[in-house]
Nanobody, 125 residues
């Protein structure tokens, strides 16, 4: 099992930037596909970004493509989400997730079997 702890959320004005971090522990981090999801007020939890085990493959939701960047540091057991040009519609609780089973990146939240507690991101207009 892997344990995940997110940090870095907060309040930012539209157009600003935030960097979310996710610290992993409990098993070999480099064997996990990692993802970021978010859940806005009254909405379903949705895919944001995913990164392969070695970091060579990434995929993004259309809503964040070109503004957000996912990365990982396997030596530090960390995954990051750099968020630029933030918009009020990016307001949500952001969750880090790990897929400890499959080998390929996935946008499907059902494929992820470990989740962090979430960190709040609020973007004011």
């Amino acid at each position: 099992q892997v344990q995940l702890v997110e940090s870095g959320g907060g309040l930012v004005q539209a157009g600003g930037s935030l960097r979310l971090s996710c610290a992993a522990s409990g098993r070999t981090f480099s064997s996990c596909v990692m993802g970021w999801f978010r859940q806005g007020p009254g909405k379903e939890r949705e895919f944001v970004a995913t990164i392969s085990r070695g970091g060579g493959t990434t995929s993004y939701a259309d809503a964040v493509k070109g503004r957000f960047t996912i990365s990982r540091d396997n030596a530090k057991n960390m995954v990051y989400l750099q968020m630029n040009s933030l918009k009020p519609e990016d307001t949500a609780v952001y969750y880090c997730a790990a897929d400890t089973v499959r080998l390929r990146v996935s946008r499907n939240r059902a494929d992820y079997d470990a989740w962090g507690q979430g960190t709040q991101v609020t973007v004011s207009s």
